[in-house]
């Protein structure tokens, strides 16, 4: 096993932050390369100014620098072919190819592949034309789940639960193209508490990573607008192994297996948003690439080597992991006014003083400070035996923060704390 090996991790947020951190703890790993990265991530790796979708650019720094992998966080990367690129060039890439990805970047594609291949999950119509959408929202009992066909940052579905909300949603997808042109997939509303279930996966072979559940409304109680995710737990107690081992064998590894026998092998993180209903896991959604924030508390409990893992699925060769028994529970600080506009520039005091882990989200570094650059700026990572432990830890870590334009919930984890007690 060479230790001398050098890593590129795309994008800026505290989900690459995480996976900076993992790499960091590898043996085989000598200099890790971000790129754009952020103020936190500096600490760890050498940021490059280099933008996500600037795909001509990472190559040819990448070629330049002697990269031995790439590792991409943003589906924006993925979206515009950086696999592709980069294994046309004969340079190794961890990320799945755009076609691959369009699991994601197409929420009617996706829906499409599943009924193909019996993958359990919400029947659904996809529209583009608003008046026949907003008819057949009419003719169906509340609530309504209202998805934006293409990538829209976590932002663009609703779970309208009254006609009101989904006309509204309606209207901002089809007409007022609030995320651009594009298609709507109206779903039925599946019962049950949400889980995240990230796979490595490399064709047919499926590596499970430890499960995590995360919150997307802004504020305690579960209310406000729905986020980009605002905090996450992982261990998560209601899902049993028996439940585990269902959502393995009959959504991820089918998955895998229906990419492949399709043509379009999957290689990367595949995520399975899932939902525990009455009949069993059934897919919410999937996305192409480590989610955020349920990255910042699964990588942190893998104790075997990342690196080792993702070259492992670059290579198509087996790779076990070892999982720590330990609870990990992270609070988002986020700038007040998110999701809407909110003010970007206001220092950050007290970091030095936070015990835990921290994961910069959105942050610059500007006159020697850190400061806010983001709508989610922080993640405190608590770590414990169990998850109540895990989540004083966070707390604490949180009350040591000083920033006058920071917001975040106090009740992460409520659910499993709860059963936990």
């Not at 996809?126 to 959408?133: R, T």
């Not at 989904?166 to 019962?191: H, K, N, P, Q, T």
């Not at 406000?224 to 605002?230: D, E, I, L, R, V």
């Not at 919410?284 to 080792?308: K, Q």
Request: contains cysteine; proline residues 5%; charged residues 25%.
């Amino acid at each position: 096993m060479a230790a001398d090996k050098k890593v590129m991790v795309v994008g800026s947020g505290g989900r690459c932050h995480a996976i900076v951190d993992a790499l960091s703890r590898s043996p085989q790993v000598t200099k890790i390369y971000c790129a754009p990265g952020n103020a936190g991530i500096a600490e760890q790796a050498e940021c490059v100014p280099i933008g996500v979708t600037n795909i001509d650019a990472l190559v040819g720094f990448a070629r330049d620098n002697g990269i031995d992998m790439t590792i991409v966080g943003p589906e924006a990367s993925l979206a515009e072919g950086i696999a592709d690129r980069f294994e046309a060039e004969g340079l190794k890439i961890f990320g799945p190819t755009k076609k691959a990805a369009r699991i994601e970047s197409s929420k009617e594609y996706a829906k499409q592949l599943m009924e193909r291949h019996n993958i359990p999950t919400a029947g659904y119509k996809a529209f583009d034309n608003y008046d026949e959408a907003w008819e057949y929202v009419k003719s169906r009992p509340l609530p309504a789940v209202v998805k934006y066909d293409g990538l829209a940052a976590g932002k663009g579905v609703v779970v309208a639960t009254t006609y009101m909300e989904a006309e509204a949603a309606l209207r901002d997808m089809l007409l007022d193209s609030a995320f651009g042109d594009g298609r709507v997939v109206i779903e039925d509303f599946l019962d049950g508490p949400e889980f995240s279930f990230m796979c490595v996966v490399s064709g047919r072979k499926v590596y499970p990573l430890a499960v995590a559940q995360d919150h997307k409304r802004a504020y305690d109680g579960d209310k406000g607008p729905n986020t980009g995710g605002m905090g996450a737990y992982s261990p998560v107690p209601f899902v049993t192994e028996e439940v585990r081992q269902t959502a393995l064998h009959d959504i991820m590894q089918r998955t895998a297996d229906a990419l492949a026998d399709e043509g379009v092998p999957f290689k990367g993180v595949l995520y399975g948003g899932l939902v525990l209903t009455d009949e069993g896991p059934k897919v919410i959604e999937f996305n192409a690439r480590f989610g955020d924030p349920e990255t910042e508390v699964v990588l942190p409990r893998l104790e075997s080597d990342i690196y080792e893992l993702f070259d492992a699925a670059c290579e198509g060769r087996d790779c076990p992991t070892q999982w720590s028994d330990d609870a990990c529970l992270g609070i988002v600080m986020a700038s007040e006014g998110y999701p809407g506009s909110y003010p970007k520039g206001t220092v950050i005091e007290g970091l030095d003083k936070v015990g835990c882990k921290v994961y910069h989200m959105g942050t610059a570094r500007k006159d020697g400070k850190i400061v806010t650059a983001g709508g989610r700026v922080l993640m405190i990572v608590g770590r414990g035996s169990d998850l109540p432990e895990a989540r004083m830890d966070a707390l604490e870590g949180v009350k040591l923060v000083e920033c006058a334009t920071l917001f975040n919930r106090t009740d992460i984890g409520h659910q499993a704390v709860e059963i936990e007690k």
